[in-house]
């Protein structure tokens, strides 16, 4: 004999399981279409550590509750503006068009400095909608910027879009979240750029080289003049200290040791050896062993150059051939 709740149980079985299959539909988030072109990248200001950038943004999304026009956050800019905004919800999907202009703040990689290769970076996300409700995808047809565009003095080597989720943690006050957690999604450009330096180079660190062979050429005056040669020394001493302070002006503090410090380093240690090596000549000379002096002269200018020329070329070919 057939149960005749069997039937009824089935029923409420289909309800419940057509109940949660509408829950987690509910529960999946819409998503956002979004695109980026670059225009301009302009303003790299290393001592403020930030960059302004011009670009157009789209967006193609079905929920017509997404303001971003509103709503549109850019994590770490410091300023934003909003232009040409163009809006079509004509269709079954929102169009949505602007223009950015934008002043970045990132950090800077200036170990290498000028040798840098950086990393621009750019997100949005949506401050109404949480992940939960809201992701971003990624339209990667086409270019992302304006090839055409040049950043003076940098060489853009690649510029990748992608998406993701940025962790908060905390709950933005809602009493409603169970712990300090919030996640947000985001639509992300990295434009990876390295500096065309050598011109640079040479005009940051020519007046520092200028010091040091003033100081060489110590060596080549005859030991009569010893108090010029310690006078040349010291002035260039303080040339290269001089220089090594207009180059920090120009850029961010920083605890980590740089080429800038590794090269000025190096210089103020080779005229001090220079320094070092001429007050032994003059020992040598008030001994009476004045042709011994002008050999130990010839000796060190010869051995302190390779040395020095030899360091030069390792620090600075291992700055420019760094990730």
């Not at 509103?70 to 949505?96: C, H, Q, R, W």
């Not at 409700?133 to 339209?139: E, H």
């Not at 065309?196 to 005859?222: P, R």
């Not at 605890?255 to 410090?261: I, Q, R």
Request: glycine share 4%; hydrophobic share 45%; net charge neutral.
């Amino acid at each position: 004999m057939k149960n005749p709740l069997i039937p009824y149980s089935l029923l409420f079985i289909g309800v419940c399981a057509a109940s949660l299959s509408a829950v987690a539909q509910d529960k999946t988030p819409d998503t956002v279409s979004a695109g980026i072109y670059i225009t301009s990248i302009h303003n790299i200001d290393f001592k403020e550590k930030e960059f302004s950038v011009n670009l157009w943004l789209w967006l193609k999304y079905r929920n017509r509750a997404f303001n971003f026009y509103d709503n549109l956050e850019v994590p770490g800019a410091k300023e934003v503006t909003k232009s040409f905004v163009t809006i079509d919800s004509s269709g079954d999907k929102v169009y949505m068009q602007m223009k950015l202009q934008c002043v970045m703040k990132d950090s800077w990689k200036i170990a290498n400095f000028p040798f840098d290769k950086q990393k621009l970076r750019f997100s949005i996300e949506n401050s109404q909608y949480d992940s939960r409700s809201l992701v971003f995808v990624a339209d990667t047809v086409g270019d992302h910027y304006d090839k055409r565009f040049a950043m003076s003095g940098w060489t853009i080597d690649s510029c990748i879009i992608a998406t993701g989720k940025k962790a908060y943690e905390t709950a933005f006050g809602d009493d409603r979240l169970s712990k300090p957690h919030t996640e947000y999604s985001n639509f992300k450009v990295r434009l990876s750029v390295h500096r065309e330096a050598m011109d640079m180079f040479w005009k940051l660190f020519l007046g520092m080289y200028i010091a040091f062979l003033i100081a060489y050429v110590c060596f080549y005056i005859h030991s009569d003049g010893m108090d010029s040669r310690f006078g040349l020394s010291v002035g260039a001493l303080f040339a290269v200290i001089g220089n090594k302070y207009i180059i920090d002006s120009s850029l961010p503090e920083t605890t980590s040791f740089t080429l800038v410090d590794t090269l000025h380093g190096l210089t103020l240690f080779f005229i001090f050896a220079v320094v070092s090596s001429t007050a032994f000549s003059l020992q040598l000379v008030k001994k009476g062993k004045a042709e011994k002096a002008n050999r130990f002269d010839m000796i060190m200018a010869q051995v302190l150059l390779l040395i020095y020329v030899v360091l030069n070329i390792y620090f600075i070919n291992a700055a420019a051939n760094s990730n």
